[in-house]
């Protein structure tokens, strides 16, 4: 029994180092085999994020003549203008005219009685013969004072000979004057128009007795050419007057819109600008001068100037949908890149002409810029890229009218 025990004991002890001797082998097995493992494969990549991408529609910063008009509200007046004031009283004996005729200057429109004026012509002019007749014998008789005997006549009597001729002969020339103012007065009776224009409502008519301190009997306005002023502010005035000392002043046109909205056919040319400032609205009025023949500009209208080059620039232009605002109050735009990224660039622009914004800065001809999609965009996006729907932005034979 003892040996049969012993052997039983020997047998368990086996059994357990047998099963610790496999367990550590698995061990080292499981160890080695996950060394292995981990030899074997290759380093774990980096894993970048994908960029989101959008639709967008270009089109090309083209090259186009720029030449929006500046407006100006401008006040159309009169080249010169006159007050008829009769210069002497009378009655008005016959008018030469129709109420709203275009007179010549030296055309006689009023015609006075002018039997009194008659009267002291034909008077001064007896005063002047009485006048120089008596200077005729005043003459003759100081001319026989002096050939007589200094003996025969005293010093005195010398003496008054001689102012005698000289107070006729200044008889003679008070009767001339005389007779000039008569004459100057006859000749007032008549009332002519000293400019040529249009001459307005007459405030006598025949019968009516006229005088200078009764006030105009018409008025006179030149009306063709006409003079159109308008005011310029006091940094735009500065700006032109430097430009002109420096000989680089822009060469303008100038027209006009008349009220009804059309455009006016003549072109102005420069008259002359103001000698004053304004200190209320720091404007000066400039003045230009336009023909007028059919005399559809008439004085004390309002018209709108426009002003614009007539050899205008050429600007990189861009459709008006492509702009968006930035904070601090500039401008920019979406760009496309070559390698088919976006990049937000700011640009300087001009006032919109015929449907595209020139552009100063910030872009070049021919760089593509994002009309529509721009909502999701952010710089160095890869962006899928379509045509643009044609609208009168993107046309570039699209020219909206100047009316206001």
Not at 38 to 63: D, F, G
Not at 75 to 88: I, K, R, S
Not at 244 to 265: C, F, H, N, V
Request: net charge neutral.
């Amino acid at each position: 029994m003892s040996e049969k025990n012993g052997e039983t004991k020997k047998s368990a002890v086996g059994s357990v180092i047998a099963t610790v001797v496999l367990a550590a082998a698995c061990g080292i097995g499981g160890w080695v085999g996950h060394e292995m493992w981990l030899k074997n494969q290759k380093p774990a990549e980096a894993v970048r994020p994908q960029m989101p991408s959008a639709t967008v529609a270009v089109t090309n910063a083209q090259i186009r003549v720029y030449n929006l008009p500046e407006k100006f509200v401008a006040h159309a007046e009169a080249m010169q203008e006159v007050d008829l004031l009769p210069q002497v009283d009378g009655y008005i004996k016959e008018i030469k005219f129709k109420e709203g005729d275009i007179v010549k200057a030296g055309a006689v429109l009023y015609v006075l009685d002018d039997e009194r004026y008659r009267a002291v012509v034909n008077q001064r002019k007896a005063d002047l013969e009485a006048a120089e007749a008596e200077a005729r014998r005043a003459e003759r008789y100081w001319e026989r004072m002096q050939k007589a005997d200094s003996r025969g006549i005293t010093q005195l009597e010398c003496d008054n000979a001689e102012a005698g001729a000289e107070k006729a002969k200044a008889s003679v020339l008070q009767a001339k004057a005389n007779l000039v103012v008569a004459e100057y007065d006859l000749k007032k009776a008549s009332v002519v128009a000293p400019i040529s224009g249009q001459i307005g409502k007459t405030s006598a008519h025949v019968g009516d007795y006229v005088a200078p301190s009764k006030g105009a009997l018409a008025r006179i306005v030149q009306i063709d050419p006409i003079r159109v002023s308008f005011p310029l502010t006091d940094r735009a005035y500065v700006g032109w007057r430097a430009a002109l000392k420096k000989g680089k002043a822009p060469d303008y046109r100038m027209r006009l819109l008349l009220p009804d909205g059309s455009e006016y056919a003549g072109e102005g040319k420069w008259d002359f600008d103001d000698n004053e400032m304004s200190k209320d609205t720091a404007t000066i009025i400039m003045r230009l001068s336009f023909p007028n023949p059919d005399r559809l500009l008439v004085p004390n209208s309002y018209v709108t100037l426009l002003t614009d080059y007539k050899t205008p620039p050429k600007l990189p232009c861009i459709p008006q949908q492509s702009l968006f605002d930035l904070t601090g109050g500039s401008q920019g735009v979406w760009v496309l890149k070559d390698d088919g990224t976006v990049e937000q660039r700011v640009v300087e622009v001009r006032e919109m002409s015929e449907g595209w914004c020139p552009v100063v800065s910030g872009l070049k001809e021919g760089e593509k810029v994002v009309v529509s999609g721009t909502g999701k965009l952010t710089s160095g996006m890869k962006v899928t890229v379509v045509a643009p729907t044609m609208n009168d932005d993107l046309d570039p034979n699209y020219k909206p009218p100047v009316k206001e």
